[in-house]
């Protein structure tokens, strides 16, 4: 059974950073990429970070020389650290299975994404 299990989130103040890690287990760490995704309530699901098998990262825009995303085969996992973090950040932070291409203007479109974790909490507030 394939399961991703997200962890690191909590409160955290504006300007400070939390480090979101994404473990799988239960397959063999085949993918073609891991994406980091965040919703808020009432608002559409948004990809935030992606990372090919290769070790290509993209990012959204608004997160670009914030976060950093990186994998690690060996222990199967795939971290989002998250720095300089504002009020809107704030949001489920969730991770997938997916496949991810860079888009126009600096940003990345992502298909098909599975294997969902159930999600860790951030919030940014002072």
């Known amino acids: 059974q394939v399961q991703l299990v997200e962890s690191g989130g909590g409160l955290v103040q504006p300007g400070g950073s939390l480090r979101l890690s994404c473990e799988a287990s239960?397959?063999?760490?085949?993918?073609?990429?891991i994406g980091w995704f965040r919703q808020v309530p009432g608002k559409e699901r948004e990809g935030v970070s992606c990372?090919?098998?290769?070790?290509?990262?993209y990012y959204v825009p608004s997160v670009k020389g914030r976060f950093t995303i990186s994998s690690d085969d060996a222990k199967k996992t795939v971290d989002l650290q998250m720095n300089t973090l504002n009020p809107d950040d704030t949001a489920t932070y969730y991770c997938?299975?997916?496949?991810?291409?860079?888009?126009?203007?600096?940003?990345?479109?992502?298909?098909?994404?599975?294997?969902w974790g159930q999600g860790t909490q951030v919030t940014v507030s002072s």
């Open positions: 997938a299975r997916t496949e991810c291409f860079a888009s126009p203007g600096g940003s990345f479109f992502y298909t098909s994404p599975t294997d």
């Open positions: 239960g397959f063999a760490w085949n993918y073609l990429a």
């Open positions: 990372i090919k098998k290769d070790g290509t990262a």
